[in-house]
């Protein structure tokens, strides 16, 4: 799988994740502060959600302070959800209800260890099927045409 990873920040929890995902043999880019700095997580965001939204990465992982800025900006990207994720259990929901293509994670409180778990249910988990799930994800895809 072909992944974009990035941060307004150039810290030891992203190059874990960093090495975690090419470790799992996905195909690893990254944007941000893992290539220059400063990098803005406006910037950041809006650059790599246009870019899985375009086709170019399957998924994404994005990272600032909170994560929340940067899952904001990236949902800016018709296409994109987003989700920032503090546990497995929010990241398969994520996955499964939301059919979520961007992982956003908080540097300030995501250790190493709970990162490779956030990862471990990402991966594992597909979408649901249930018709009242797909219905949602319908109802937002037709609601983002109207904007």
């Not at 502060?33 to 246009?50: I, Q």
């Not at 800016?76 to 259990?89: F, H, T």
């Amino acid at each position: 799988m072909k992944i974009a990873v990035g941060s307004d920040m150039n810290t030891h929890v992203v190059n874990a994740v960093v090495d975690e995902l090419r470790k799992r043999g996905h195909e690893i880019q990254v944007f941000g502060a893992l290539v220059e700095t400063p990098a803005m997580w406006s910037k950041v965001a809006l650059e790599v959600a246009e870019k899985v939204a375009d086709g170019a990465f399957d998924q994404a992982v994005l990272f600032c302070w909170t994560g929340t800025g940067i899952s904001l900006a990236a949902n800016k990207v018709r296409g994109i959800r987003a989700a920032l994720c503090q546990d497995a259990e929010t990241a398969r929901g994520a996955r499964l209800w939301n059919d979520a293509n961007i992982l956003a994670m908080s540097l300030r409180v995501m250790s190493e260890a709970v990162a490779k778990e956030i990862l471990d249910v990402w991966f594992a988990t597909s979408p649901s099927t249930n018709a009242e799930d797909v219905a949602c994800l319908d109802f937002l895809a037709e609601v983002e045409k109207k904007q």
